[in-house]
């Protein structure tokens, strides 16, 4: 099979015995001896493609094609199932009375991650023993994915996968729109940007942005039609309430810490400098609004008021400033 996504992919099986292990189900050898087997019923033989799918076409070869007597030494009844998780299994394809040594078969195309054959009945000549010389299966052809995804502000978390679906990312309060160049890998696919047709590589309009979480839903079509691909972006614009309106460090000869770059409450990492003989730094944040809670290396600190002392180590050292579980800032100061 052209394009066979199972060749030498992890494999497992829910009994098998030695030496037929499921990795020789998937190695690309057809030999009597190089083949899975089972000796119970119902059993399964599975693969992480190690991504998602359109899954549309599969084969699998049993004993009678590699030597054995067929139609005694085919499988029987089984099925062919699909999951995203390897946790939800549905079937794909189902097949009783099965008498072939070698099937290809097509199927209604499903984005699947994990493929499994699933046995009820083994051997003609024996239900109770399973064997499969060979698996594989390939994608649709033209399947919708974007090949790229850029925000016009912010980072998409995690990297942008053609396969991967769903994105989170933060932007700050003062951010209250966002806009997406999506590429499709067929420039001919319809991209739809929060419901509305964007021409492939070419930026949305502008998506106005609530405080908050905001989910936003990129989708390409196949060329024919028959396939949706559904993307979601998760963008979480900052609370204007989860800011510092000033940040003082103080070192512990009451002096002040220049911090760069100097204050500002949407800047959320600075540095600064202390020399060997300065023990500690005390941190007094001041939020916007007064009520928030706010965290200094995990310490609550009521808002206008000093932090306890924290000890300078030679080197760089790292204090966090969480406003509301929702902003932090990072000083770094290093001591020499």
Known sequence: ???????????????????????????????????????????????DLLSNYYISKWSARFMGDVGWQSPNYNMTDFKLQGSTDNVNWQDMDVITGNTASNIIRNTTPKFVRYLRIYI?????????????????????????????????????????????????MNVENGVDSIAFTPTAVQSNMEIKVNGTVVASGTQSGQIALAIGSNSIP?????????????????????????????????????????????????????????????????????????????????????????????TLQTGQNTITIVVNSTTTYNIIITKG
């Open 1 to 47: 099979m052209d394009n066979n996504l199972i060749l030498n992919k992890p494999a497992q099986a829910s009994n098998s015995f030695e030496p037929f292990t499921p990795s020789k189900a998937v190695n690309g050898n057809f030999s009597p001896e190089d083949r899975w087997a089972s000796s119970q019923v119902p059993v399964w033989l599975s693969v």
């Open 120 to 168: 009820t009945k083994g051997l003609n000549c024996n239900n109770d023993v399973s064997s499969i010389v060979d698996f594989q299966a390939a994608e649709v052809a033209g399947a919708p994915f974007l090949s790229n995804l850029v925000p016009n502000v912010g980072t998409l978390n995690p990297a942008f996968n053609s396969r991967n679906l769903v994105y989170s």
């Open 218 to 310: 990129i989708t390409v079509k196949s060329v024919d039609g028959s396939i949706l691909t559904s993307y979601t972006i998760i963008v979480t614009r900052a609370n204007a309430a989860a800011y510092l309106k000033s940040l003082v460090v103080t070192n512990n000869r009451s002096q002040p810490v220049a911090l760069t770059p100097p204050f500002a409450k949407e800047t959320l990492t600075y540095t600064a400098s202390q020399g060997s003989g300065i023990a500690s730094v005390t941190i007094t944040p001041t939020a916007v609004d007064s009520s928030a809670t706010i965290l200094v290396n995990g310490t609550l600190v009521p808002s206008g008021s000093a932090s306890g002392a924290i």
